[in-house]
């Protein structure tokens, strides 16, 4: 097998010698024979003693990692366990790309010419991305998100705050002396019966605290199980205004 002649300036790093010798070999970089490509590397690496190169710690570092793939590649493999030459791989490609943008921009930047303006480049407004379907949804689930918090708030969410009939506690007063006109009692929990709304029930409660409290009205009841009684006090007009 033919040798590479080389210079050691010529090549950056361990990297650069990998591809180089891919390239000579014409090996597939997606499917890279690590027995062949350990057996030219070390080669190289002989090349460099006998010429009493430096070698450079990288470079040695490459060979025990290449060393370290092959034994892993001969050992049993499970069906989830990774292929060991994948990682290499995508740094061979990264530092392919690197060298080709360098390469190009080689071309372009000069210290014996001048820097001219940037150029006007038409846009692109073709969208290029591919998208996974689950990222396509969760897109439309924070868009919706935002979309519904823009709108305006529907009616229905201000019916507890306006949508509520105002009831007085002077109304709620004259009600509950009109039920005990006739001097029969009535339990406090008879006066709640009919109050359906909210604000009913509040305005009745707060109307039976003020009538105990100006003494237009009294409280029966022994015992916590007993029924707790209202009866009108003697003297007590049907209706009037509460204090």
């Given at each position: 097998?033919?040798?590479?002649q080389y210079r050691l300036e010529v090549f950056e790093g361990p990297?650069?010698?990998?591809?180089?010798?891919?390239?000579?070999?014409?090996?597939?970089?997606?499917?890279?024979?690590?027995?062949?490509?350990?057996?030219?590397?070390?080669?190289?690496?002989?090349?460099?003693?006998?010429?009493?190169?430096?070698?450079?710690?990288?470079?040695?570092?490459?060979?025990?990692?290449?060393?370290?793939?092959?034994?892993?590649?001969?050992?049993?493999?499970?069906?989830?366990?990774?292929?060991?030459?994948?990682?290499?791989?995508?740094?061979?490609?990264?530092?392919?790309?690197?060298?080709?943008?360098?390469?190009?921009?080689?071309?372009?930047?000069?210290?014996?010419?001048?820097?001219?303006?940037?150029?006007?480049?038409?846009?692109?407004?073709?969208?290029?991305?591919?998208?996974?379907?689950?990222?396509?949804?969760?897109?439309?689930?924070?868009?919706?998100?935002?979309?519904?918090?823009?709108?305006?708030?529907?009616?229905?969410?201000?019916?507890?705050?306006?949508?509520?009939?105002?009831?007085?506690?002077?109304?709620?007063?004259?009600?509950?002396?009109?039920?005990?006109?006739?001097?029969?009692?009535?339990?406090?929990?008879?006066?709640?019966?009919?109050?359906?709304?909210?604000?009913?029930?509040?305005?009745?409660?707060?109307?039976?605290?003020?009538?105990?409290?100006?003494?237009?009205?009294?409280?029966?009841?022994?015992?916590?199980?007993?029924?707790?009684?209202?009866?009108?006090?003697?003297?007590?007009?049907?209706?009037?205004?509460?204090?």
């Amino acid at each position: 097998m033919e040798k590479l002649q080389y210079r050691l300036e010529v090549f950056e790093g361990p990297l650069d010698l990998l591809l180089a010798l891919i390239a000579k070999n014409k090996i597939d970089i997606y499917d890279i024979p690590i027995a062949e490509l350990l057996e030219q590397y070390m080669e190289q690496i002989d090349l460099m003693r006998e010429e009493n190169l430096d070698i450079a710690s990288e470079f040695l570092e490459m060979a025990a990692r290449l060393v370290h793939i092959k034994t892993v590649s001969l050992l049993p493999k499970r069906e989830e366990e990774e292929d060991p030459r994948l990682e290499l791989t995508g740094q061979l490609i990264e530092y392919q790309q690197c060298k080709l943008a360098a390469q190009r921009l080689a071309q372009q930047a000069s210290f014996d010419s001048l820097v001219r303006p940037p150029a006007q480049l038409p846009a692109d407004n073709e969208y290029k991305r591919i998208h996974q379907p689950k990222e396509i949804l969760q897109a439309l689930v924070s868009a919706w998100g935002r979309g519904k918090s823009l709108l305006p708030p529907k009616p229905e969410s201000f019916s507890a705050l306006v949508s509520r009939k105002i009831v007085s506690v002077a109304s709620q007063a004259v009600f509950v002396l009109r039920r005990l006109w006739k001097g029969q009692p009535v339990t406090y929990g008879g006066l709640f019966v009919e109050k359906r709304d909210r604000s009913e029930r509040v305005a009745l409660f707060l109307a039976v605290l003020e009538l105990i409290k100006s003494r237009r009205i009294r409280v029966e009841g022994e015992g916590p199980d007993s029924p707790v009684r209202l009866l009108k006090k003697p003297g007590t007009a049907q209706g009037g205004d509460v204090a």
